[in-house]
C-alpha cells in the first residue's frame, strides 16, 4: 500500500520562500512519476509542479520560473522549493503518484493514482 506525507507547509511573508517535502512508502520510487497539485478555497485544483520516472520536470505556468522540483530515490522523497511566494500561491498541496506518467501526462489529475493527505501554504503578511 502506497502511503505518501507531505510536510513543509506554513505560514510565509510575500517574497519568502518554502521547501515542501514528500515522503513515499510503498513503491518503488525511482520508477514511479510523482506531482504536486494545490487546492485552495477559491481556486480549482490546479497542476504545480511533476517529474516522470525518468527525471523530467514540468511545471504550472504560475509557477515556473519561481518553483522547483527535485528528488532524492534514495530517501523516497521529492521536494518543492518554493521562492518568491505570493498570496495568490496560499493553498493545500498535495504530492501524488503517476508510476506511468511520462512528461506530457504530468499536469493531468486524473493520471495519479495516490494522494497525500496535504499541507497548508499560506502566503500573508
Known amino acids: 500500500q502506497v502511503h505518501l506525507v507531505e510536510s513543509g507547509g506554513g505560514l510565509v511573508q510575500p517574497g519568502g520562500s518554502l521547501r515542501l517535502s514528500c515522503t513515499a512508502s510503498?513503491?518503488?520510487?525511482?520508477?514511479?512519476?510523482m506531482g504536486w497539485f494545490r487546492q485552495s478555497p477559491t481556486k480549482e485544483r490546479e497542476y504545480v509542479a511533476g517529474?516522470?520516472?525518468?527525471?523530467?520536470?514540468s511545471y504550472g505556468d504560475s509557477v515556473k520560473g519561481r518553483f522547483t522540483l527535485s528528488r532524492d530515490t534514495a530517501a523516497n522523497t521529492v521536494y518543492l522549493q518554493m521562492n518568491n511566494l505570493n498570496p495568490d500561491d496560499t493553498a493545500v498541496y498535495y504530492c501524488?503518484?503517476?508510476?506511468?506518467?511520462?512528461?506530457?501526462?504530468?499536469?493531468?489529475?486524473?493520471?495519479?493514482?495516490?494522494w497525500g493527505q496535504g499541507t497548508q501554504v499560506t502566503v500573508a503578511s
Open positions: 501524488a503518484t503517476c508510476p506511468r506518467c511520462i512528461k506530457s501526462s504530468l499536469p493531468r489529475a486524473q493520471n495519479y493514482d495516490d
Open positions: 510503498g513503491l518503488t520510487f525511482s520508477r514511479s512519476g
Open positions: 517529474m516522470n520516472w525518468s527525471g523530467s520536470t
